[in-house]
């Protein structure tokens, strides 16, 4: 079984500049997750769909920020305008059940620079 | 202010004995707590969920305690090896509320 993969593995990019992340959730997960990594700090989430919809957003920094999931699969995390705070790792996590009862599988993440 | 830490940045055991990670939160009233195994690169894998009326889980090696009156839980790995450096994470969860990570203990374990 294919695992939650995360597209680019890095990206490089300029202040100013729009960046869009891609996760593939394992197949069948209904529920998909944004966390983001920033250096020296813990883990925190960002945002929780559940097939197409936004169950919850409350971790979203700000409004520079926009995720999609059409039609329930895949999602992408766009920034834009990209600032030097954003530079960090985003993961994608996946899993079948919500809460507690749901074991999220990470993917591998992606290095977002902003210089 | 709703905090979780785990007991230090890093920490360095000889091979064979046993790990001892701890994670304490304050302001929280979590119904469950799991533990994650991270290697560099890589994004967390899940090891270990315990639920706050368990005050114990078990798996091969691993060991799990969930104390709610101390507000901690300890992550005990025995025979500890090699293999079993990285960082471990532990994260809280309360119904459908968000996971809520520590920053994680990087483990290394000399042999």
């Known amino acids: 079984e294919a695992g939650v993969t995360q597209f680019p593995s890095h990206s490089v990019i300029e202040k100013g500049q729009t960046v869009t992340l891609r996760c593939d959730p394992i197949?069948?997960?209904?529920?998909l997750y944004w966390y983001r990594r920033v250096m020296g700090k813990e883990i925190k989430f960002l945002l929780h769909?559940?097939?197409?919809?936004?169950?919850?957003e409350s971790g979203m920094p700000n409004n520079r920020f926009l995720a999609e999931r059409t039609g329930g699969t895949y999602s992408t995390l766009k920034v834009q305008p990209a600032e030097l705070e954003d530079s960090g790792v985003y993961f994608c996590a996946s899993s079948q059940d919500t809460g507690a009862r749901g074991e999220q599988y990470f993917g591998p993440g992606t290095r977002l620079t902003v210089t | 202010s709703q905090k979780i830490e785990q007991n230090s940045e890093a920490l360095n055991i000889q091979e064979g004995k046993t790990a001892t990670l701890t994670c304490n939160y304050t302001n929280y009233s979590p119904a469950y707590l799991q533990w994650y195994r991270q290697d560099p690169g890589r994004g967390p894998v899940f090891l270990l969920l315990?639920?706050?009326?368990?005050k114990e889980k078990r798996k091969e090696r691993l060991k799990v305690t969930f104390d709610t009156t101390l507000k901690q839980s300890l992550f005990h790995i025995t025979a500890s090896q090699p293999a079993d450096s990285a960082t471990y994470l532990c994260a809280l969860i309360s119904g459908n509320t968000p996971l809520v990570f520590g920053k994680g203990t990087r483990l290394s374990v000399i042999a």
């Open positions: 769909f559940v097939k197409e919809s936004k169950q919850d």
């Open positions: 315990i639920r706050e009326n368990e």
């Open positions: 197949s069948g997960h209904d529920n």
